[in-house]
Every structure is written in C-alpha cells, then in structure tokens.
T-cell receptor, first 111, second 113 residues
Framework: DAGITQSPRHKVTETGTPVTLRCHQT?????MYWYRQDPGHGLRLIHY???????DKGEVSDGYSVSRSKTEDFLLTLESATSSQTSVYFC??????????FGPGTRLLVL | DQQVKQNSPSLSVQEGRISILNCDYT??????FLWYKKYPAEGPTFLIS?????DKNEDGRFTVFLNKSAKHLSLHIVPSQPGDSAVYFC????????????FGPGTRLSVLP
C-alpha cells in the first residue's frame, strides 16, 4: 500500500472556514500529489510536490494551497472552504517506476 | 477538453466472460499508460501499465493493449470475477512531464454472478 496515510478520513466543515488535510508517507518518495475525485471527472490534480518546499499547481488549484516542510508530509489547505470543494481528496506518491500509489482518501463535506 | 476519455460510464459482464474496458486519448505526447481499479470508500489501486514502446502487456488475468495510431488502449480481464466489480480509471503521462498523470472519468464494471 506504499505506506500512505491521510488524515482526517472524514470532515464536515462550514463555508468560509479554513481546512487542512494531511498526507503522510513512510517510504521517502520524492513526488507527492493531491487529487480530488468528483462524479464524471475522474481524478483531477490539485497540486503536486517534487521535493521539500518544491511544489507546483495542477489542473484545479484555485482555492487550494499546499506545503511540504518534510519529505514524509504533504499538506493541502483550503483557505476558505466553499461548497464546490465538497469532494473526496486523494493523496498519492510516485515511485521510481513511474507508478502512482494512492492513500485511502478524505471525504470532505462543506456546508 | 478531456485529454483522456472513457466513453462507457458503465459495463456489465457475466462472471467467467471477458471484460473489455476502453480508453482514448488525444495528446500524442503521452508515452506511458496505466489502469487503476477503485472500490467504494478506498483509494485507487494500481493494476497494470504499458509503455508506448509496447503494444501489449499482460499480468495474470489482466492484459492491456495499446494502439498508438488510433490513440486507443483497452484493458481485458479474463475471466471476469465478481470481485472485479469496481470503477476502472485509465491514466496517461507524457515524457517530459512524466511525473504528472491525466486520468479518465472512469468506467464502472459490474460482474454478474
């Protein structure tokens, strides 16, 4: 399972509040990713990281920020949550064999 | 504009028969393709991949075929089992940006006993 955990696994929050999701990996992979999954859209890339303090935007980055201060942790922050950010969020790592492995997901509901 | 398309939202197959899931892509720079399986309330799990230098890759009951000229790939599952019922995602990446994958919208496979 590539040693990926996500926390929290479920979260309910109110519009306008900040929310931080955490991804933790135990195998020192360089690349880490945050995706969101919505019906009809598959998995869409929000942000990714290619090393400590090195991050870049993905397809749907508006309203999200990330930080990576340690190799093992990649944080996703919703600066001011909106109902359109209700989704399931997945963290992933990429191995040297160019394969991504995913965490179990965080289900976020913004009321 | 979706670069990776899975035009069948759902597919039903009888247990023991072949399941064929299809994926089309538009970006000719894609050179590496993967299939993932996803059960409800779990993260996607990697199934099988193929590089653009090959046209077929096989792993047990799963075979992926790549037709570069048609920009089409397919996943064959033989024989299909009820445990194969899941959503299947096709993904693609391009050489210089090989660290970023583009995913299709998924196909829900139901294997009927």
């Amino acid at each position: 399972d590539a040693g990926i955990t996500q926390s929290p696994r479920h979260k309910v929050t109110e519009t306008g509040t900040p929310v931080t999701l955490r991804c933790h990996q135990t195998e020192n992979h360089r690349y880490m990713y945050w995706y969101r999954q919505d019906p009809g859209h598959g998995l869409r890339l929000i942000h990714y990281s290619y090393g400590v303090k090195d991050t870049d935007k993905g397809e749907v980055s508006d309203g999200y920020s990330v930080s990576r201060s340690k190799t093992e942790d990649f944080l996703l922050t919703l600066e001011s949550a909106t109902s359109s950010q209700t989704s399931v969020y997945f963290c992933a790592i990429m191995t040297a064999k160019r394969t991504q492995y995913f965490g179990p997901g965080t289900r976020l509901l913004v009321l | 504009d979706q670069q990776v398309k899975q035009n069948s939202p759902s597919l039903s197959v009888q247990e023991g028969r072949i399941s064929i899931l299809n994926c089309d892509y538009t970006n000719s720079m894609f050179d590496y393709f993967l299939w993932y399986k996803k059960y409800p309330a779990e993260g996607p799990t990697f199934l099988i991949s193929i590089s653009s230098i090959k046209d077929k890759n096989e792993d047990g009951r799963f075979t992926v075929f790549l037709n570069k000229s048609a920009k089409h790939l397919s996943l064959h599952i033989v024989p299909s089992q009820p445990g194969d019922s899941a959503v299947y995602f096709c993904a693609a990446s391009a050489g210089n940006y090989g660290q970023n994958f583009v995913f299709g919208p998924g196909t829900r496979l139901s294997v009927l006993p």
